[in-house]
């Protein structure tokens, strides 16, 4: 049985990538599964630090990007909005290059909140980031 409000296909929610953070540092939604979302992000000058490692900041903001569109897709869209309420994260180890790849499961979906888990790792499947996404269901009007 799938989490989604309605049967989403990845070009449904392509305009969720475009003209914002996902457009300007590569992020890309790459898979929907029936629980989880899936997503990549290049570790380029665009998402490193000065020590040319992957920005925390990065990091993060691909854990809210999987998590934001995760829950505004469980939610009717006509009567609810979902908006980030707390983000953490552990970093691991350095992401140094190519891409990282994150998914998003979540681990509470209630009436007023939802809360995410994300992993993030490297290309050869090692553990990189590990983040905790509280995300606000907020009626829409208020």
Known sequence: ?????????LTDI???????MCEAIGIEITEL???????RMP???RTVQPMKILHGGASLALAETLGSVGSNLIVDNSKYVCVGLDINANHLRPGTSGFVYAEAKPIHIGKKTHVWGIEIKDEKGKLICVSRLTMA??????
């Open 14 to 20: 392509q305009w969720m990538q475009k003209d914002n």
């Open 33 to 39: 599964t029936a629980d989880s979302i899936k997503g």
């Open 1 to 9: 049985m799938s989490i989604w409000f309605k049967p989403y296909t």
């Open 43 to 45: 570790v380029d000058n």
């Open 137 to 142: 269901v907020v009626v829409i009007g208020l």
